[in-house]
């Protein structure tokens, strides 16, 4: 990793992209071995799906089919759900944002394109954004039209595999301590990296170092 | 917030998690309109804690969650079509831009009551609708409900029903009757067989023996040829715990008092209610 003053990038090559639609997240090959390794938490497997389904289900959503509505929520509801509930702790709270979350995507399939990246990945960004203004008992600070992802990622294959779930755990597991906490203070429980630096004590620039350090850590661990 | 050029990176993914204070947000955004370079990397950004929030511990949805979600997508893909023309819809900016000349010679007020006016019809035609839906149900409900019951009825009364006693092989069978007695209803159901037939200007007639005061008259009835006889929902007052039922045969009219012999009689076991 480069220091704080390396710029905006880590990686030269990516200043050379026309627009961004080419930074590509590498395709993650699929891990057999750590799909037979998995534990018991079979009640919340789905099955892999395309990016061109999940663009064809929204399509159909568009023409007001409550049966592709039904499909996008049975693949992508339990992940959803999950992400609210790490971020809230309260099944209640949590289905009522990923309630919400899916209920827009019906009204405004158009919230979501191909160019925003995958569905899944999407959806699990907007999903923890608006838990996040729960828990800062805000009014919703961006509009969902907001996130977008980079394109041509293979997430949208992956993001339901619970082998994909295992190697982020598992990346994020590797890091060093200071940096998981703080990521995951700033991601999940939605601290200010202000408000961070005053609870840990550490400096406002170590703060902020420590997550992109982390989500950078994260990035190279799922390129090729 | 710049460095000259770009965002930096530590900003960007601040920026992408909210945690940036609006007048941070604001410089980043005002740099991210001019900025494919930081757009992208932003995407970039995004796509990182994409992969850190679907590492999250699984949760299986509560139970019902599917069927509250579409539930709700069914009853908005019901809502009346002037519903569905007042949701906000995106309009592409060379559109927006396109309308503006003709906006502005709108009637604002006016068009802000209307808006107002809409909104109260939208909501009360939604709430009709949530009512005539419930009043439908428990329709539907009481409907299923009184066929069922017509049909014990039917069955119960039907004179082309086949009655048939059981009783231990190569016994004889003798008169019987089967009272089933709800007192606090005044509920009662009876079913009698292998009656001798009564002389004409006679019927049978159903006792209620109290556990105190006089027997209670439940019900006048006549076998058919093959003995078999009912006696569905008598008319009866609610609450008469019973001792036992008897069976007398009476005068046609009924008697007000039960006559000697009594050709049946049967305890009544403990209430279940």
Known sequence: LRGADAGPFTRESELQYNGGAQLSMSDFPSNPAAASERSSDEGVRQPARSPAEDMELLSRVQARDQGAMAEIFDRYSGMAFSVAMRVLRDPSQAEDVMQDVFFRLWQNPGAFTSERGSLGGWLAVVVRNRAIDIVRRRRPSDPVEDVVLPANTNLAAEVERNTLMERVRGVLTGLPAEQRKTLEMAYFDGLSHTEIAAKTGEPLGTVKTRIRSALITVRKAFQA | MTDGRHIPQDDLALHAMQALSPEESAVVRAHLAECAACRGELAELAGDLALVAVGVEQHAVPAGARERFLQRVADDAAAPAAEQAARPRVVPIDEARARRGLMHRIPWTAVAALLVITAGLVIKIGDLRLEVAEQARTIREQSAANARAQQVMDVLTSRSAQHVLLTAAKTKPAPTARAVYLASRGALIMQASNL??????????????????????????????????????????????????????????????????IVLSGAAPAAGE
């Open chain 2, 196 to 261: 001798d037939p009564v002389p004409a200007g006679k019927m049978y007639e159903l006792w209620i023996i109290p556990m105190s005061g006089a027997p209670v008259p439940a019900g006048m009835f006549r076998p058919d040829a093959a003995g078999t006889a009912s006696l569905v929902m008598p008319q009866l007052p609610k609450g008469i715990a019973a001792k036992a039922f008897g069976v007398t045969v009476e005068n046609e009219a009924g008697a007000q008092s039960p006559t000697m012999p």
